[in-house]
């Protein structure tokens, strides 16, 4: 059963007397010490005060206790702990509080923050670890703890083990360990290689590795979604769940054997990416406020094979009714899975996602350009990559840039890189590129017209019809080129491939916008079929469903009404797609088309199962 979070807070915060109020300083606490745990395997939902779990027993005495200790002083928040768990764990509670009171430290911070740290690493007594147990726990005291407070806990460790030889050296790097600035960039490039990069894959074995462990599947997922956008931790724990392309036995046999296929990886990216477009997510932290834009999560082209397999592998491990992906941020897990390679670029601290969304943020920074059109966050993942998908090198920071004298501005080959990244199709980019490159740059042509509309299964006539208005389209895109001022033609380039060309429709962009001109139809609803948008891969999800309802539209119906939903058809929809298919090898030569092929197969193998469902 669902329950509203604030309602049950407030009713405990009475319940034991605490300083809690309904207030958002308050509130932002909680979210806080919800978040710095994990919210205890729960997945909130809702926004705002209508923020709800659907276990609040079992936050209940996590919650309770934290409301308890909640704005009191350190002696206060120290004898809420001893009394809480004296029953618990009476002789370390009975040990803890002699020696706080000789060492003297009951009104400091260190003297609860060691007991609490106690209380959650050890499921017993302390008396009865043994010395590899207690190492343990050393090497996770030194990453939580102030240095101060980690020397004390070794020192009440070596007392309660009641071995005198004990003795653990606490090294002054611990001192710089809370950290808040940014990864420098060539650390923050060295993670991303570890993550991305086959090589890496190969050299470390994280594919076996994950396959046998969630907690490294989780790890690996969780690492590698920094890259692609700056959420917080309660936000990435929300991120929906696509699912797999096979059964969960055939893909793991696949992935064991090497032949799971970049495309079905490619399509389990893809998924997640429409979830995230038809249901937006928005930060659980703020969404309550007005005005707080979704939540900004993209997966560059070059990486959607790539991290398609890291989903896919933690899919294998997931359970009904779980998050996506849990937190793992120890050095003990990243050492064992990644290698020292990405310990040595978190400086042997633990990783941290706010020094990482830092470093997102600031690359986006890093790469953006005085002129208009600014490269955006994506190409911190995009240019740090093989083109295969993987991060084959790492680059110097100043070929982020790939400036050319010649054209005065971005090489063409860095715009089409935007573009591909952004999944950016059809004529008006691809005749754009051929004038502002020159003639011997590439000459545009339609050859496989007729094969590619082949596909979609129109009859001869149709099909001669449906050729004919791709190519009209194709001219009208000429005119429309050509009637842009030669020296506009780069920022206009530069603002379509940044997507900072905004159209009525999150699907398309506008080639007028990107010049600076004004809509030529202020009244026009859409953009589609305007003749100066420039389409997106989304504009192909987009139209591929309508192509199969009207389509299912159009067999149900008859007369006037079948020949208008036709003619949408005919001359609306197969154009463009046919454009952005044809558009594909002719702005990126050799580029993977199967998985727009694929999308359209499914659909139309859709339509084929309505139709035959109607017959």
């Known amino acids: 059963m669902k329950m509203i979070l604030f309602d049950e807070v407030l ?52 919650i309770r206790l934290w409301l308890s200790a909640y704005q009191r002083t350190p002696r206060e928040k120290l004898s809420v702990l001893l009394d809480t768990y004296s029953g618990q764990l009476p002789e370390t509670c009975r040990r803890y509080r002699k020696f706080v009171a000789r060492e003297g430290i009951s009104d400091e911070p260190s003297g609860w923050k060691i007991l609490d740290f106690i209380l959650s690493a050890c499921g017993r007594e302390l008396s009865g670890y043994s010395a590899e147990e207690l190492d343990c726990l050393m090497e996770k005291t030194s990453e939580m703890l102030p240095v101060r407070s980690t020397k004390l806990f070794a020192k009440f460790a070596a007392e309660v083990s009641g071995d005198s030889s004990c003795r653990y050296d606490i090294h002054p790097r611990r001192q ?31 594919v076996t590795k994950a396959l046998d462990s969630a907690r490294y599947a989780d790890l690996w997922l969780f690492a590698a979604l920094h890259f692609l956008g700056a959420l917080r931790q309660t936000d990435i724990t929300r991120l929906p769940v696509p699912s797999l392309p096979y059964p969960p036995d055939t893909v793991e046999g696949m992935l064991r054997s090497g032949s799971y296929r970049d495309a079905d990886a490619r399509g389990v990216s893809e998924e997640l990416l429409l979830r995230l477009k038809y249901l937006p997510m928005y930060p659980s932290k703020t ?15 070059s990486l959607k094979a790539a991290m398609g397999l890291i989903i896919t592998i933690k899919l294998l491990h ?19 899975f990644f290698g020292t390679q990405f310990i040595e670029a978190l400086g042997e601290r633990r990783f941290q996602t706010r ?39 790492l680059p110097e920071i100043t070929d982020i840039y790939l400036k050319d004298a010649a054209f005065s501005g971005y090489r063409p080959e860095f ?82 491939a940044s997507g900072a060309a905004a159209s009525r429709q999150p699907e398309t962009l506008c080639l007028r916008t990107a010049v600076g001109m004004p809509c030529c139809d202020s009244l026009r609803g859409g953009c589609i079929g305007c003749g100066y948008e420039i389409f997106t891969k989304a504009a192909f999800h987009l139209l591929m469903k309508e192509y199969t309802a009207i389509t299912e539209l159009k067999n149900r119906a008859s007369g006037p009404e079948r020949e208008r939903l036709k003619n949408i058809l005919s001359r609306g929809i197969i154009p463009a797609v046919g454009q952005m298919l044809e558009s594909l090898p002719m702005l990126y030569p050799g580029a993977d088309m199967e998985t727009m092929t694929g999308m359209l197969e499914r659909r139309l193998k859709d339509t084929d199962d309505s139709r035959c469902a109607d017959a």
């Not at 490039?189 to 993550?195: E, F, K, L, T």
């Not at 943020?361 to 059109?373: F, H, M, R, W, Y």
């Not at 995009?382 to 083109?387: E, F, G, N, P, V």
């Open 11 to 62: 009713k405990d915060a009475a319940q034991v007397q605490s300083a809690y109020r309904d207030i958002c300083r308050c509130r932002d606490d909680l979210l806080g010490f919800l978040d710095r745990n994990g919210w205890f395997g729960q997945a909130p939902e809702g926004s705002g005060r209508e923020m709800a779990v659907s276990d609040y027993e079992s936050m209940r005495g996590p």
């Open 176 to 206: 710089a360990e809370i950290r808040k600035e940014a990864y420098p960039v060539r650390e923050f490039s060295v993670m991303a290689y570890c993550v991305f990069n086959e090589a890496s894959w190969e050299a470390n074995g994280l």
């Open 287 to 301: 969404e309550r406020y007005q005005g707080v834009p979704e939540l900004k999560f993209f997966i560059p082209e």
């Open 318 to 336: 997931h359970k009904e009714n779980e998050p996506l992906v849990r937190p793992v941020q120890d050095i003990v897990s990243i050492r064992r």
């Open 355 to 393: 020094r990482a969304n830092k470093s997102y943020l600031q690359g986006i920074e890093l790469v953006t350009a005085d002129g208009p059109g600014r490269p955006k966050g994506y190409m911190l993942a995009a240019l740090a990559r093989s083109h295969k998908g993987g991060i084959g090198a």
């Open 415 to 496: 715009i089409l890189r935007e573009m591909f990244e952004r999944g950016i199709f059809g004529f008006i980019p691809a005749l754009l590129l051929e004038r502002y490159a020159g003639d011997g740059y590439r000459r545009l042509d339609v050859p496989r017209q007729t094969e590619l509309i082949r596909c979609i299964g129109l009859d001869a006539g149709q099909l001669e019809e449906a050729a004919l208005l791709v190519e009209r389209s194709l001219e009208a895109s000429r005119e429309i080129v050509a009637s842009i001022p030669e020296g506009r033609l780069g920022d206009a380039l530069q603002m379509a």
